[in-house]
């Protein structure tokens, strides 16, 4: 390169704003996250919100303190392992696998060096992402809330709101984790309540629709959602679903309803988001995650859908209302 050509780059940078040769600066030096996740961007804002908040907890505001890396699945969990391995590929210093355990164990299967938090519905060490709650071990922990456990008590509450109804069904992905677990404990608590389920199946989001035709020719009244990490990131084509065949369904997170879904009973899924982006953090400070123990979220929502409601033809019980933690008019 000629001398006058160095020169007039050197002229050049020197010229650029001081804000913007810092930024380009500090860009380089700041930590990076990779962000794994089963399900879509739109969807999960709110979601990714509470993530933000709990780095922000920990002194971490993305695009000042870290950078984040998306990637999503889009629902197609066949994605992930390829995401996973681009993330690791790339360098991370963190990498959160939220939306559930399918992204959790790709991400596990694509390090064992690269510090991972995830976020699942399920006990983590039944599927084998940690040795214990206390002592996750190896390079991985997280957070999780309760969601499988809770479908007896789902059917209670949907029963308590159609208490003449006595053809129930669930809807269940048999390619899940817990899905044989969940139909067990829903049959157990039919069975005290008298009733019986059925079971309808779908494994992706083209067999959604299939699954409520053959729900309408079963005709049945009320309808569980079972608690999958497919569904999660379906909340809008079930909570639609639903609504067209005219069928009172549960659901287990608060997602569900806002997309126009009736009710919804479990885990707050957002503070379970929270605490993954708390550990984030905490991990980017220097904490290892073998130190850190499994957060597990406890607080249970009951939201409502009075819209829903009405356009179904549902007289929600004052018992329901009056345990709501919301009610979206």
């Known amino acids: 390169m000629r001398r006058r050509d160095i020169l007039a780059g050197a002229a050049i940078s020197t010229a650029l704003p001081f804000t913007t040769r810092h930024l380009a600066w500090t860009q380089q030096a700041l930590p990076v996250v990779g962000f794994l ?21 920990s002194g971490y505001v993305e695009g000042r303190d870290v950078l984040i890396e998306y990637r999503w ?21 963190v990498m959160a696998a939220t939306g559930g355990s399918p992204a959790a164990l790709e991400a596990k299967a694509a390090s064992s060096s690269i510090p991972i938090v995830f976020q699942v519905g399920v006990d983590p060490v039944e599927i084998g992402l940690v040795a214990g709650i206390n002592r996750p071990g190896g ?81 049945v009244e009320a309808l569980l959602i079972g608690a999958d990490p497919l569904f999660n990131g379906l909340s809008e084509p079930l909570a639609t679903q639903a609504r067209r065949h005219r069928l009172p369904a549960i659901y287990q ?37 073998s130190d850190l123990p499994v957060q597990q979220s406890t607080k249970l929502e009951l939201i409502i859908n009075m819209q829903t409601a009405r356009m179904l033809g549902v007289d929600m019980p004052p018992s329901l209302l009056a345990r709501a933690d919301e009610v979206i008019e």
């Open 139 to 219: 390079n991985i922990t997280g957070a999780t809330m309760l969601a499988i456990e809770l479908g007896s008590k789902r059917l209670e509450l949907l029963r308590e709101l159609l208490p003449r109804a006595s053809a129930f069904a669930a809807l269940l992905n048999p390619k899940g984790p817990g899905a044989s677990i969940q139909l067990r404990e829903m049959n157990a608590a039919a069975a005290k309540l008298g009733l019986t389920i059925h079971a309808v199946e779908a494994t992706s989001e083209n067999e959604i629709e299939m699954a409520f035709d053959r729900l309408s020719l079963m005709r």
């Open 73 to 93: 699945a889009d629902g197609d969990r066949a994605r992930l392992k390829e995401m996973a391995g681009d993330l690791v590929g790339r360098g991370v210093n």
């Open 253 to 289: 997170f608060r997602e569900f309803v806002a997309a126009g879904g009736l009710i919804s009973y479990g885990g707050s899924i957002t503070d379970a988001y929270r605490q993954a982006g708390v550990y984030v953090g905490r991990i980017l400070k220097g904490d290892k995650p």
């Open 37 to 57: 996740n089963t399900a879509s961007a739109k969807p999960s804002e709110r979601l990714l919100k509470a993530f933000q908040t709990g780095l922000a907890e």
